[in-house]
Nanobody, 121 residues
Framework: QVQLVESGGGSAQPGGSLRLSCTISGLQWDYYAIGWFRQAPGKEREGVSCISATQNTSQANSVKDRFTITKDKNVVYLQMNSLKPEDTAVYYC?????????????????WGQGTQVTVSS
């Protein structure tokens, strides 16, 4: 059974930074990519960033120069810099069989419960 737990959300000012963490257990790592998604009020869920089993990464164009995804043991991080109000959303991590897409994750087979990120002055 795969479990994913997000943490690190909160409030930040425009231009500030946050680091989200996704702690994963029960995963057969060689067969899954890990992605970060977000969903803002009134909008559909969108893929943000992805890291593959071979540690290749991809990002959505809207965050490509500001967000960085990394992996350390059983934790996947999303470092979020130069935050903008439009980054406000609930952020989810997910495991996907099998690989990342060109512009981020292709989907999710197992999901975390999400963590709120709010960017405002």
């Amino acid at each position: 059974q795969v479990q994913l737990v997000e943490s690190g959300g909160g409030s930040a000012q425009p231009g500030g930074s946050l680091r989200l963490s996704c702690t994963i257990s029960g995963l057969q790592w060689d067969y899954y990519a890990i992605g970060w998604f977000r969903q803002a009020p009134g909008k559909e869920r969108e893929g943000v960033s992805c890291i593959s089993a071979t540690q290749n990464t991809s990002q959505a164009n809207s965050v490509k120069d500001r967000f960085t995804i990394t992996k350390d043991k059983n934790v996947v991080y999303l470092q979020m810099n130069s935050l903008k109000p439009e980054d406000t959303a609930v952020y989810y991590c997910a495991a996907y069989w099998l690989s990342c897409g060109e512009d981020g994750p292709r989907g999710g087979d197992a999901w975390g419960q999400g963590t709120q990120v709010t960017v405002s002055s």
